[in-house]
């Protein structure tokens, strides 16, 4: 039994350590389309493939702490008001939209809109400004495509680990 | 892929396209004004055909440089920790802007017949 909490606490630990360095590695890329809150969300890689191998709240925990983490050490405050409101909004999401017929992709997709949406709202608060609106139709597609390729990616892990967990 | 993936893909694009048609559908594609919101309130309120280059200052000294050159509008430089407005596109479109969130800056390209019915902030 003792062995096992180990097991899960290292487990966790290397999912925040991974969702870390995507973050760290995405903001090392110059992502200049021009348009602002267009990023890849590798980390959101991490957080995807933990909501199908951890429990709901452990997944939620990498999530958050990695937001916070990310934010803190190559962010300022601002990145972490949009990271948080939109990591959260997604992720809430995700969690029930996995129940739905989609599958690992769409719910990824859902996650990547949701999360720019939240992104948005916290920018047009932030600013009292509805015209802010004007950026929804290219950060939806924008989530929509960087929820694709990150849900690929996310399918072909889970199938992996969740075979290797049947063969251990 | 699932089938409601895809159903999910149609549905953003029917969001989409219809976000689209409404904000840009309203008030033709080029403007000819460039508005300067700091705070939600306009600061300055610039022809669009004129080249022109603008230093705009917030209450606490922070600055954006705003320039006008062919008809198009961007900001130069700004001292704010992201510079994402700097590299922001050049805008000319009505509805186009380019914000600074740091520094509660907007900038937008407005049509005359939009600023009619904004209050002026200066006289």
Same mark, same amino acid.
């Given at each position: 039994m003792k062995s096992n909490k180990v097991k899960k606490i290292a487990l966790y630990g290397m999912l925040v350590a991974l969702a870390f360095t995507f973050s760290y590695f995405e903001s090392l890329i110059p992502f200049d389309f021009g348009i602002p809150g267009v990023k890849l969300g590798l980390a959101n890689l991490v957080v995807v493939v933990a909501l199908y191998i951890v429990s709901p709240a452990q997944a939620f925990s990498v999530a958050i702490i990695r937001i916070l983490l990310a934010s803190i050490?190559?962010?300022?405050?601002?990145?972490?008001?949009?990271?948080?409101?939109?990591?959260?909004?997604?992720?809430?999401?995700?969690?029930?939209?996995?129940?739905?017929?989609?599958?690992?992709?769409?719910?990824?997709?859902?996650?990547?809109?949701?999360?720019?949406?939240?992104?948005?709202?916290?920018?047009?608060?932030?600013?009292s400004t509805v015209r802010i609106v004007y950026y929804l139709p290219v950060l939806l597609v924008a989530g929509l495509v960087t929820g694709l390729l990150i849900g690929i990616v996310s399918k072909l892990i889970i199938d992996r680990l969740i075979k290797i967990n049947k063969d251990a | 892929m699932k089938k409601a993936d895809f159903i999910l893909i149609g549905i953003v694009a029917v969001i989409v396209i219809i976000l689209l048609i409404a904000l840009y559908a309203t008030g033709g594609n080029s403007g000819n004004r460039v508005q300067i919101e700091v705070d939600s309130q306009v600061v300055e309120t610039l022809p669009l055909d004129t080249d022109a280059e603008k230093i705009i200052k917030t209450e *606490?000294?922070?600055?954006?440089?705003?320039?006008?050159? $062919?008809? *198009?509008?961007?900001?130069?430089?700004?001292?704010?920790? $992201?510079?994402?407005?700097?590299?922001?596109?050049a805008i000319s479109r009505t509805g186009e802007s380019i914000i600074c969130l740091p520094h509660k800056l907007v900038v937008s390209v407005t049509n005359d017949k939009n600023t009619e019915n904004e209050i002026d902030a200066v006289a």
């Open positions: 050490t190559f962010g300022n405050v601002y990145s972490l008001a949009y990271s948080l409101c939109g990591g959260i909004l997604s992720f809430a999401v995700m969690l029930l939209a996995r129940k739905t017929k989609l599958s690992v992709i769409g719910v990824s997709m859902l996650g990547g809109i949701c999360h720019n949406i939240g992104q948005i709202a916290v920018a047009a608060i932030v600013m | *606490k000294g922070e600055t954006n440089t705003i320039i006008i050159k $062919d008809g *198009k509008v961007s900001i130069l430089q700004a001292d704010c920790p $992201d510079k994402i407005c700097v590299h922001h596109r």
